[in-house]
Nanobody, 113 residues
Framework: QVQLVESGGGLVQPGGSLRLSCAAP????????MGWYRQAPGNERELVAR?????SANYIDSVKGRFTISRDRNTAYLQMNSLKPEDTAVYYC?????????WGQGTQVTVSS
């Protein structure tokens, strides 16, 4: 299991923005994908966005046009704009390297007035 360090969650009003970060160890090579999942109370964990080693990315429909995933070496970012109350969840980073997946500890995002 690779240790991932997440940061950037918090409380924000509807329409606001947050940026999540996920840092994988610098010694981790051959990362094929980095992504963000989220899980709201009573719901299953769902994939929000994922970026691949070739730079391509995909998003769940509900966040398209509002969220942007990016990557700089071994750190992934999720820029979240125009946040809605339904975006409230624990967000988890997930990294795939050499066929193995690792999870971050999760960071809470709460969108509320």
């Amino acid at each position: 299991q690779v240790q991932l360090v997440e940061s950037g969650g918090g409380l924000v009003q509807p329409g606001g923005s947050l940026r999540l970060s996920c840092a994988a160890p610098g010694s981790l090579f051959s990362i094929s994908a980095m992504g963000w999942y989220r899980q709201a109370p009573g719901n299953e964990r769902e994939l929000v966005a994922r970026i691949y080693s070739d730079g391509s990315a995909n998003y769940i429909d509900s966040v398209k046009g509002r969220f942007t995933i990016s990557r700089d070496r071994n750190t992934a970012y999720l820029q979240m704009n125009s946040l809605k109350p339904e975006d409230t969840a624990v967000y988890y980073c997930h990294v795939v390297s050499r066929g193995f997946g690792s999870w971050g500890q999760g960071t809470q995002v709460t969108v509320s007035s």
